[in-house]
Antibody
Framework: QLQLQESGPGLVKPSETLSLTCSVS??????????WGWIRQPPGKGLEWIGS???????HYSPSLKSRVTIFVDTSQNHFSLRLSSVTAADTAVYYC??????????????WGQGTLVTVSS | QSALTQPASVSGSPGQSITISCTGT?????????VSWYQQHPGKAPKLMIS???NRPSGISNRFSGSKSGNTASLTISGLQAEDEADYYC???????????FGTGTKVTVL
């Protein structure tokens, strides 16, 4: 059973870059069955898919965030990371990392981190 | 890629059944049997309730069931209980560049 844990600053200044890391335990980030994804949820709002990365380097990003987002995997550390540049108050949200299992005719988010609140404020 | 469409709220009395719809397109819900449903209680991470249209993960009550017809998927909660009061989100694989998409979310209220 996978366990995911987000880490990173809880406060980021406007125009700066938000950086979060998701540590994966209980399995390998090099698994061919998984994409590694980031999701966010602004206060009082719904879930928003940010994007994902396959261990091989293949990425998929939300069109609305694509110009500012980078997701990358560190197989040596068994973790993956999110960078979101030029943040504004609209980027204030709880950020979740999750594992997207896509294999054998199945595709769903099976494990989630607990989420971390990132506030954008000066 | 637009979000999948869900009703903003659904309510029911204890013991009743309710159904939440999730409408997409042929590029996501209608094109693949990869629709999932997540339950989220306040302050908590989402929890997988139904995967791949109708599969219940281990430990999920059989009061929860999923189905799909065309571009619309549905989650049915039977024998509604107070603990079912939460937000519910559908999601789907999509052939668009984004890979995955969520629904707009539905607040379930137990009267």
């Amino acid at each position: 059973q996978l366990q995911l844990q987000e880490s990173g600053p809880g406060l980021v200044k406007p125009s700066e870059t938000l950086s979060l890391t998701c540590s994966v335990s209980g399995g390998s980030i090099s698994s061919t069955s998984y994409y590694w994804g980031w999701i966010r949820q602004p206060p009082g709002k719904g879930l928003e898919w940010i994007g994902s990365m396959y261990y091989s380097g293949n990425t998929h990003y939300s069109p609305s965030l694509k110009s500012r987002v980078t997701i990358f995997v560190d197989t040596s550390q068994n973790h993956f990371s999110l960078r979101l540049s030029s943040v504004t108050a609209a980027d204030t949200a709880v950020y979740y990392c999750a594992s997207l299992y896509c294999s054998g005719g199945r595709c769903h988010l099976d494990y989630w981190g607990q989420g971390t609140l990132v506030t954008v404020s000066s | 890629q637009s979000a999948l469409t869900q009703p903003a709220s659904v309510s029911g009395s204890p013991g009743q059944s309710i159904t939440i719809s999730c409408t997409g397109t042929s590029s996501d819900v209608g094109g693949y049997d990869y629709v999932s449903w997540y339950q989220q209680h306040p302050g908590k991470a989402p929890k997988l309730m139904i995967s791949d249209v109708s599969n219940r993960p281990s430990g999920i009550s059989n009061r929860f069931s999923g189905s799909k017809s065309g571009n619309t998927a549905s989650l049915t909660i039977s024998g509604l209980q107070a603990e079912d009061e939460a937000d519910y989100y559908c999601s789907s694989y999509t052939s668009s560049s984004t890979l995955y998409v969520f629904g707009t979310g539905t607040k379930v209220t137990v009267l």
